[in-house]
């Protein structure tokens, strides 16, 4: 009977040292399984970003504001008559190259006949008083007429004088106002009327451009102009053709009309440009000190302090800078950066201090 139980003992552990070799082989062989399926793939785990870095390279950014200017001769002269009247001839034509002095056109002048009348008239007078002095001093010398006489002669020849004087300059006045001469040589750009019209003191007879040199005249608000100063460059372009200029004039008072600062620029070589015509100015009017530039991009901001991230050893480190002039697309830094750090350029949402980065072919990102 014991014998019985003490089999029966050594058969259940049998069996239970067989279930347990059983199980030990399922897990060998499932354990692995899993343990391979749960394995991060280079998809599935954490890669190391490539970037793209650059050299602050040294450079200028200069900032331009683009305005419409019109094109004006250096000398010019806009005629205009001092009397009403009819025109009754044109002598000249726009385009004709007239000297200062030349006459241009005749006005008729009702006054100047009667000017002419009254120099005759005072001619007439101070003849008369010529002789009557000379009778009266002849007199006078051999005791025929008093002292106070031959003053009195005296006295009515200078007021005759003086009367024939101012006569004869008022005809020469009236003669001048008949006839519009050029106040300055130069060519006639426009002339706005024709023989037989009608003209008063605010009629323009004409223009004349002196030489051949041109102006451009422009304006600013008081935040570009007060970037410029005289001998500044500037661009003018019309049609293609571009022309260089240099600021001569900038004024100090804002015209009322427009609210503006009005601004004057000698056109270099500008003969080719049309008077009165519009052109486009382009000047510069922020420019940096010349410092390092890098791309816009790569600056970052932290509670208003710039600073980028540079490839050191395989590593981005973050270094705070400060930044000057900026343009569209770069900017200038002052401080923070060597011209041999290398920049990272490129942005990655794993990109922190002291993170693992490694640069693309070329210094590029790869594909």
Known sequence: MEKKIKSGLRSKKAKAALAAVILLVLIAAIVPRFSRGAEKTPEQGNTVPVVEVQTPQSGVIRNSDELIGTVEPRESAYVYPQISGELLSVEVRAGDYVDAGQVLCTIENNNQHT???SVDTARVNLEDAKSNLERIQLLYENGGVSLESYEQAQSGYKSAQIQYDSAVSTYGDQVA??????PISGRVESFDVKAHDNVNA??????IAGGEERIV???ATETVAGTLSAGDYVKVEKNG?????VISEISTMVNN???LFEIEADVIKGTGLATNASVKVTLVSEESSGGLIIPIEAVYYDGGNAYVYTYRDGFAEKVFVETGLNSEDSVEITSGLTASDQVIVTWASSLRDGAAVKIGQNGGAEE
């Open 115 to 117: 000017a002419k009348s």
């Open 177 to 182: 106002y008949s006839q519009i001469t050029a």
């Open 202 to 207: 605010q009629t323009q007879i004409c223009v």
């Open 217 to 219: 005249k422009f304006s």
């Open 241 to 245: 053709a571009a022309y260089d200029a």
């Open 257 to 259: 009309e427009t609210g």
